[in-house]
C-alpha cells in the first residue's frame, strides 16, 4: 500500500511539475511578428542578409541609427554592449547586434568599422543605398527624416530608437523602447531565449 502511495505522488509530481514552473516574463514588449530578410552591406564591403546569422542559431538584436548621433546612438551600443557583458561566453556567441544606418550618405563601410566594433567587438555596422535603407526600415516601421543641426558635424536624423530582437525562426520576437533598455533585464530575456 505504501509503495502504490509513493508511485501515485512520484506519478503526479511528474503530470504537474512542469505546469507549476513560473514561466518566465519578458521584460521587452512581445510582439512575435516576422522578420523582413533585408541584404545589405556590412563594414567589411560583404553583402550579408538577417538570415546568414539566423541560420547559424542566433539571436539577432537590431539598432537602426547612425554615427554622428550626438547621445541616442551611444547610448543604444552601450547598453547593448552592458547586455552583452551580463552573458556568459557561450551565450555571447550566440546572439549577434547589427547597426543598421540611416545615414548612409556619411556612414560607408570604413565609417562604420571605425564605430560599430568600438563598442563591442562582435558589434556589425550595416549599410546601403538611400533606397535599400529605406526599404529596410519601412518593413520595420522605423521613422528617421534628416534635420538641420548646429552641430560640427553637420546635419542630424531624427529616428526610432526602438532595439528589435529577432529569433532564429525569422520573428521579431521583442522590442525594448528608450524606457525599457535595461542591460541586465534585456540579458535575462536573451538566456530565456537561448534556453527555450
Known amino acids: 500500500m505504501k509503495k502504490l502511495a509513493l508511485f501515485i505522488t512520484w506519478l503526479a509530481l511528474l503530470i504537474f511539475a512542469p505546469s507549476c514552473q513560473k514561466k518566465h516574463e519578458f521584460y521587452g514588449f512581445v510582439y512575435d511578428q516576422p522578420a523582413y530578410d533585408f541584404k545589405l552591406t ?8 538577417l538570415s546568414d546569422y539566423t541560420r547559424q542559431g542566433k539571436i539577432v538584436v537590431i539598432f537602426f541609427g547612425y554615427t554622428h548621433c550626438p547621445d541616442v546612438c551611444p547610448t543604444a551600443l552601450t547598453t547593448l554592449a552592458s547586455m552583452m557583458k551580463n552573458l556568459k561566453e557561450d551565450e555571447r556567441n ?35 543605398s538611400q533606397d535599400e535603407i529605406k526599404k529596410v526600415a519601412k518593413e520595420y516601421k522605423v521613422f528617421y527624416r534628416k534635420v538641420k543641426g548646429e552641430s560640427a558635424a553637420g546635419y542630424l536624423i531624427d529616428h526610432t530608437a526602438t532595439i528589435y530582437v529577432v529569433t532564429p525562426d525569422m520573428k521579431i520576437k521583442l522590442l525594448y523602447t528608450p524606457t525599457k533598455q535595461s542591460p541586465e533585464k534585456m540579458a535575462k530575456d536573451m538566456e530565456y531565449l537561448l534556453k527555450s
Open 42 to 49: 556590412d563594414q567589411e564591403g560583404r553583402q550579408v542578409s
Open 94 to 128: 550566440k546572439v549577434q547586434v547589427l547597426f543598421i544606418s540611416v545615414d548612409p550618405e556619411r556612414d560607408t563601410p570604413s565609417v562604420l568599422k571605425g564605430y560599430v566594433p568600438f563598442f563591442y567587438p562582435t558589434f556589425v555596422g550595416l549599410t546601403g
